[in-house]
């Protein structure tokens, strides 16, 4: 499996401002996803992206409020925007390394929103 | 509104026992099935996928699946107290790349 990691690990940040995360993986792939884990809760997909495309998002995701880059196909970015308390969570990217579905996750950003 | 059920536990099992974690899912056409280890504080690991009905074996693990029953189970033997975790059950959405994931089970396994 590919070697995934996430900048940065964890982060505290004031309401209002935004916060841009990085996954960088060691291999190309095609599909690199972003996940939100709330305390206690299971994996919500934000969206899916691809390089050379928009991302696509899911239902109650939205691109103002999550910009996502993927401008090649080791790096993705997500951004969480103008941040509220409700946005802390752990935010997580994924790969998918073939044509199949299985996903490698990243080690996670752990985000708190004061 | 595809869907994952798992039963959240905790499941508690005595060193050494069989622990058994299943799951349902609701999206007929899913192909892909896949079971997560998750540790306190720590990201969800890949242990097992399947595709086909019936059982796959890797090590102290095996999963079952019965497409007609939309049904996902995993075993472990042999359970270990560094098994103890939460277990993700994940079915690709049909059509898509996408996986759905289920709320977990958490296994407590003592010693």
């Known amino acids: 499996s590919a070697v995934i990691s996430q900048k940065p690990s964890r982060d505290i940040c004031q309401r209002g401002t935004s916060l841009t995360i990085q996954c960088q993986v060691d291999?190309?792939?095609?599909?690199m996803f972003w996940y939100r884990q709330q305390p206690g809760q299971s994996l919500t997909l934000i969206a899916t992206?691809?390089?050379?495309?928009?991302?696509?998002?899911e239902s109650g995701f939205v691109i103002d409020k999550f910009p996502i880059s993927r401008p090649n196909l080791t790096f993705s970015t997500l951004t969480v925007s103008n941040m509220s308390p409700e946005d802390s969570s752990i935010y997580l990217c994924?790969?998918?390394?073939?044509?199949?579905?299985?996903?490698?996750f990243g080690p996670g950003t752990r985000l708190t929103v004061t | 509104q595809k869907e994952v059920e798992q039963n959240s536990g905790p499941l508690s099992v005595p060193e050494g026992a069989i622990a058994s974690l299943n799951c349902t899912y609701s999206d007929r056409g899913s192909q892909s099935f896949f079971w997560y280890r998750q540790y306190s504080g720590k990201s969800p690991e890949l242990i097992m996928f399947?595709?086909?009905?019936g059982d796959k074996e890797d090590g102290r693990f095996t999963a079952q699946l019965n497409k007609a029953s939309q049904y996902v189970s995993l075993l472990i033997r042999d359970s270990q107290p560094s098994d103890s975790a939460t277990y993700l059950c994940?079915?690709?959405?049909?059509?898509?790349?996408?996986?759905?994931f289920g709320t977990g089970t958490r296994l407590l396994v003592s010693p």
């Open positions: 992206a691809n390089q050379g495309s928009e991302a696509t998002y």
């Open positions: 994940a079915v690709n959405e049909a059509g898509f790349q996408k996986l759905v």
């Open positions: 994924s790969v998918a390394t073939t044509a199949a579905y299985e996903q490698y």
């Open positions: 399947i595709y086909s009905n």
């Open positions: 291999s190309q792939v095609t599909m």
